[in-house]
Every structure is written in C-alpha cells, then in structure tokens.
C-alpha cells in the first residue's frame, strides 16, 4: 500500500505561503532544539572518550546474519528501522495486548512474547542463536518532563529486567533509549546507575541525545540513547545528517491526506468532536493551545516546520496545521517514518497510544546502521570475537 510515493521529499523549511509567520516559526524551532542543549553539552563533554560518530548516509542496508531482540518493543519503531538497517529480528517483548497484534502483524517472521518482561525466557525465545544486540526501550512515563516525574515511579525501574536480559544473552552491543528527562532526575545519578550496571556487565556504555529531525524525521522528536559494547570499543553513533535549515516539514509528509475522508483500514482515524468543540478548536492558533492549564494536548501544529513532539494524550493528540481536527494515526505514523503499510492494530485511541510512545523508525535505522559497521568489524577478527 501507498498512499503517497515519497513522504518524506527534502524542501525548504518555510513554504511560500508560510512567510507570514516565519518569524515566529524559527523561534519556536530554535527554543525546541535548545531545550536539552546543555544536558547534551554535558552528557557529550563528560563522555567524549567513549562514543564515536559515523557517517551512515552511504552504508549498506543489505540483509545480514547478525540477530537483535526487542525488548519493551511497543509497535515495533525500534524494530522497524533496526531491520531497515540488515538486522535479522528473532524476538519481542511486549505487554500491551494490541500493541503485541500490532506486531506479530508486521513482524511475522519473528517470536513474540506477551506479558511480563520478568517471565521472558531468553533461551526458549532466540532458539540458541547468537544475539548481536539487544534494543529496547523501557516505559519513560516516570521520567517524562510531560509527567509528574516522580523519581520513585516503579516504572523507572523495568530497566533491571533490561539488564537481567542482557547479562543472559551477551550481546555485542545494546541499544537503551528514553526520554532526555532521564538524564536528569536525581540529579543525574538514576543515569549514571544505569551505566555502572552494565559497565558491571563488562559493557562499555555512552549515552547521547540524538534529534530525530537531524536524520530525516518530519518531527522535533529527542531521545536520550544509550549504547553499549562488550569489547572495550567506542560507541558508534550517527552523524547528523540535516540542519535545522534542512528539515522536512509536517505539510510535506502529511499534506495528501487532508482531504482523505477516515479510513480505519489504514488507521486515517482521528478523535470524533462535537461541532461546539470543533468550532473551539477552529479559535486555536499554530503553535497555541485549547487549553491554558493543559498545554500539552490540543496544540495546533505549525505549517511550514517540523511537527511538534507527537503524544496520544488520551485522543487530545495535536491539532492539524490547517483542518479543525486532530491529526490521524495515519499521519501520527507518517510524522514517526512508519510506511504506510505499517497497519497498527486496536482501536484508534489504542493507535495513538502505539504511535505516540514509538522511536521514529528512521532514527533507530541510522543508529543501527552505525552499530552495523563495527558489528562487520568485528565479525571478521576472531580474537576480539572470542573475547
């Protein structure tokens, strides 16, 4: 299926018809990309010695024999763009029953298990295979700014079973991604506990806050991603690939769908209003809210930019740029890189919530696709592979 041949087509970041607030428009762009500029500044300073950056614009995707397992893997946007990269999935953690149908839909090659990540057993899912990396993300709602951020959320803790996983399987490298907010609470030391875990693994581990608009996305997305080896080498991580100047935009990679009647086939549903609400929604601003004290549901997206941070919010996902309505799972899963035969299972309220939790399948491929590098060195040098 193809609703459109090429989403995601470079453009200029302000349209022709958008110079009127294109003022506004960069300021809001420059505050988004500044908000966690000095937590990268000093994430970077303090472990520049173990993380190194790779140009993947030009490596090879082709298949590959080297196997990853996704943990807390939600829909599968880590999964998706880790096998756009060469990776060969063997299994997946998951609890949400829709989000499992999600995918065993997509991945149907793969084994899934469902329930309780405490009850995984690593050997009866990978078959004895080698495991070359292990990804995942644990749920970040105790550590969102979005949230209430309590630092003793027992969710803030399903990273042990991340590491119980990992210390049983001993993969070359893993992949942990969260929220930039985890780099924050308690003053830095729930991330830096995270690290001396797995450095207790043997694993060498960095961490980075990588912008998902530098490698593609049509979206200001920031994600916190931790990544570790067991060889004692640098990091690999992806170099930037566009700059704000460069970044796709929202009417770029939605726009042929504004005029798309609903169609729950391919998830272009979106929160049904009553005409009082919608004619509410009709009075909001680009860049504003419907609400005052609820600022971050509602918030009408700006034409001629990225989008803003996409959430499910309980259906108050974001407004369209220019339609009195809030944007689709359709278009939610176009702003995050999903294709658009990526079919997302459950209602459309359960769609939101898959999209709005999932990494952008293009910045998970280029993290891949730099990790993919020194797996290959790796694999050709028996000593250190013995190690």
Same mark, same amino acid.
């Not at 890189?337 to 309220?349: E, L, Q």
């Given at each position: #299926?193809?609703?459109?041949?090429?989403?995601?087509?470079?453009?200029?970041?302000?349209?022709?018809?958008?110079?009127?607030?294109?003022?506004?428009?960069?300021? !809001?762009?420059?505050?988004?990309?500044?908000?966690?500029?000095?937590?990268?500044?000093?994430?970077?300073?303090? #472990?520049?010695?173990?993380?190194?950056?790779? !140009?993947?614009?030009?490596?090879?995707?082709?298949?590959?024999?080297?196997?990853?397992?996704?943990?807390?893997?939600?829909?599968?946007?880590?999964?998706?763009?880790?096998?756009?990269?060469? @990776?060969?999935?063997?299994?997946?953690?998951?609890?949400?029953?829709?989000?499992?149908?999600? &995918?065993?839909?997509?991945?149907?090659?793969?084994?899934?298990?469902?329930?309780?990540?405490?009850?995984?057993?690593?050997?009866?899912?990978?078959?004895?295979?080698?495991?070359?990396?292990?990804?995942? /993300?644990?749920?970040?709602? /105790?550590?969102?700014?979005?949230?209430?951020?309590?630092?003793?959320?027992?969710? %803030? @803790?399903?990273?042990?079973?991340?590491?119980?996983?990992?210390?049983?399987?001993?993969?070359?490298?893993?992949?942990?991604?969260?929220?930039?907010?985890?780099?924050?609470?308690?003053?830095?030391?729930?991330?830096?506990?995270?690290?001396?875990?797995?450095? !207790?693994?043997?694993?060498?581990?960095?961490?980075?806050?990588?912008?998902?608009?530098?490698?593609?996305?049509?979206?200001?997305?920031?994600?916190?991603?931790?990544?570790?080896?067991?060889?004692?080498? *640098?990091?690999?991580?992806?170099?930037?690939?566009?700059?704000?100047?460069?970044?796709?935009?929202?009417?770029?990679?939605?726009?042929?769908?504004?005029?798309?009647?609903?169609?729950?086939?391919? %998830?272009?549903?979106?929160?049904?209003?009553?005409?009082?609400?919608?004619?509410?929604?009709?009075?909001?601003?680009?860049?504003?809210?419907?609400?005052?004290?609820?600022?971050?549901? @509602?918030?009408?997206?700006? *034409?001629?930019?990225?989008? #803003?941070?996409?959430?499910?919010?309980?259906? /108050?996902?974001?407004?369209?740029?220019?339609?009195?309505?809030?944007?689709?799972?359709?278009? #939610?899963?176009?702003?995050?890189? @999903?294709? !658009?035969?990526?079919?997302?299972?459950?209602?459309?309220?359960? /769609?939101?919530?898959?999209?709005?939790?999932?990494?952008?399948?293009?910045?998970?491929?280029?993290?891949? &696709?730099?990790?993919?590098?020194?797996?290959?060195?790796?694999?050709?040098?028996?000593?250190?592979?013995?190690?």
């Amino acid at each position: #299926m193809s609703l459109k041949k090429d989403c995601f087509t470079q453009i200029s970041l302000f349209t022709e018809d958008s110079k009127e607030p294109e003022k506004l428009d960069k300021i !809001d762009l420059t505050h988004r990309r500044s908000r966690y500029n000095k937590v990268k500044i000093d994430v970077d300073k303090n #472990m520049t010695s173990n993380w190194v950056e790779v !140009d993947t614009k030009n490596i090879s995707n082709e298949q590959s024999n080297f196997n990853f397992v996704d943990l807390f893997a939600g829909c599968g946007g880590l999964s998706l763009g880790i096998k756009q990269a060469g @990776f060969n999935k063997l299994a997946d953690v998951e609890i949400l029953p829709f989000a499992v149908e999600t &995918l065993k839909y997509n991945f149907p090659e793969t084994k899934h298990f469902s329930g309780d990540i405490a009850e995984f057993d690593v050997k009866e899912y990978t078959d004895g295979k080698k495991v070359h990396l292990v990804v995942g /993300g644990p749920p970040c709602q /105790g550590f969102s700014v979005a949230g209430k951020r309590n630092p003793d959320d027992e969710r %803030n @803790f399903l990273f042990e079973q991340y590491h119980r996983v990992v210390e049983e399987l001993k993969p070359w490298f893993f992949i942990l991604e969260n929220v930039p907010g985890i780099l924050t609470l308690k003053d830095g030391h729930f991330y830096q506990e995270i690290i001396k875990g797995f450095n !207790d693994l043997g694993y060498e581990v960095s961490v980075r806050i990588l912008e998902s608009a530098d490698y593609g996305a049509p979206q200001l997305r920031t994600r916190a991603i931790f990544i570790g080896n067991r060889f004692g080498l *640098k990091n690999p991580y992806p170099k930037t690939i566009f700059n704000p100047e460069q970044y796709k935009s929202i009417d770029d990679a939605i726009s042929d769908l504004e005029d798309m009647p609903r169609n729950s086939e391919i %998830n272009h549903d979106w929160t049904k209003h009553s005409p009082e609400f919608e004619e509410r929604i009709s009075k909001v601003p680009p860049g504003g809210s419907l609400y005052e004290t609820f600022r971050d549901a @509602f918030k009408r997206q700006r *034409k001629g930019q990225p989008s #803003m941070t996409i959430k499910e919010n309980h259906g /108050g996902t974001h407004i369209h740029y220019t339609l009195n309505r809030c944007i689709s799972t359709r278009e #939610m899963a176009r702003l995050q890189t @999903f294709p !658009d035969d990526f079919i997302f299972k459950g209602t459309y309220k359960e /769609g939101f919530k898959q999209v709005g939790n999932a990494v952008p399948p293009i910045l998970a491929k280029h993290i891949a &696709l730099a990790i993919m590098e020194s797996i290959k060195q790796i694999s050709q040098s028996k000593e250190i592979v013995d190690k």
